[in-house]
């Protein structure tokens, strides 16, 4: 079992095994095998950190906060982990330091 995370932007590698899109806004172009939009950030959360009303710490603690209402999402994503065994995360962020791929 491996977890692994890209942006929808990097080229596609077969080391890639199982996709998982974690992205909010979705565009016919990305590529992938499984979309669980429910796990992106809400919308409030991408503003504030888009508009630079929050700090990174303020985006992590609130992100994680929100992930917790969402244990369904989570169920599903272990399970895909489970069956799938190398799975990549993906989101159109190109760094995944400041990224909820990494949380």
């Known amino acids: 079992m491996k977890i692994l995370s890209k942006s929808v932007f990097e080229k596609e590698s077969d080391d890639d095994g199982f996709s998982i899109c974690v992205m909010r806004f979705i565009r016919k172009n990305y590529k992938y095998d499984f979309l669980l939009q429910d796990l992106a950030p809400s919308i409030k959360l991408l503003n504030d950190s888009r508009n630079k009303k929050i700090s990174w710490n303020e985006y992590e603690k609130r ?41």
Request: with cysteine; glycine share 2%; charged share 45%.
């Open 63 to 103: 992100y994680l906060n929100e992930i917790k209402e969402k244990k369904e999402y989570l169920k599903e994503l272990l399970e895909l982990i489970k069956t799938k065994g190398t799975v990549t995360l993906l989101c159109a962020e190109r760094d995944d330091k400041f990224c909820h791929r990494k949380l």
